[in-house]
């Protein structure tokens, strides 16, 4: 089976930085496409940001300019650089991994990390 192992939020204030981590494990598996996404009280979870095992980044329009994917294929780890942090980056942030074993391919999610930017 496969885990992922989200580390890294907390409570940091408006302008500040975070740095999230989600560390992917299954024996067999491969990783292909992984990203954030985050789910805000009373909202839909969106899309943060997704990176490609080829190192590829997409990011939503709220977050360019100041989030950075990044991988390391190694580790089966991506993170997540939050920099220039706004009270609307408020949510619990979830990890989530396209991967492949045999011919069969799966999609997991992480348990989520509460990020909480006060203003």
């Known amino acids: 089976q496969v885990q992922l192992v989200e580390s890294g939020g907390g409570l940091v204030q408006a302008g500040g930085s975070l740095r999230l981590s989600c560390a992917a494990s299954g024996s067999g598996f491969s990783f292909n496409a992984m990203g954030w996404y985050r789910q805000a009280p009373g909202k839909p979870r969106e899309m943060v940001a997704t990176?490609?095992?080829?190192?590829?980044?997409n990011y939503a329009d709220s977050v360019k300019g100041r989030f950075t994917i990044s991988r390391d294929n190694a580790k089966n780890t991506i993170y997540l650089q939050m920099n220039s942090l706004k009270p609307e980056d408020t949510a619990v942030y979830y990890c989530?991994?396209?991967?492949?074993?045999?011919?069969?391919?799966?999609?997991?999610w992480g348990q989520g990390t509460q990020v909480t930017v006060s203003s």
């Open positions: 989530n991994a396209a991967a492949s074993r045999w011919r069969y391919d799966y999609n997991y």
């Open positions: 990176i490609t095992s080829g190192g590829s980044a």
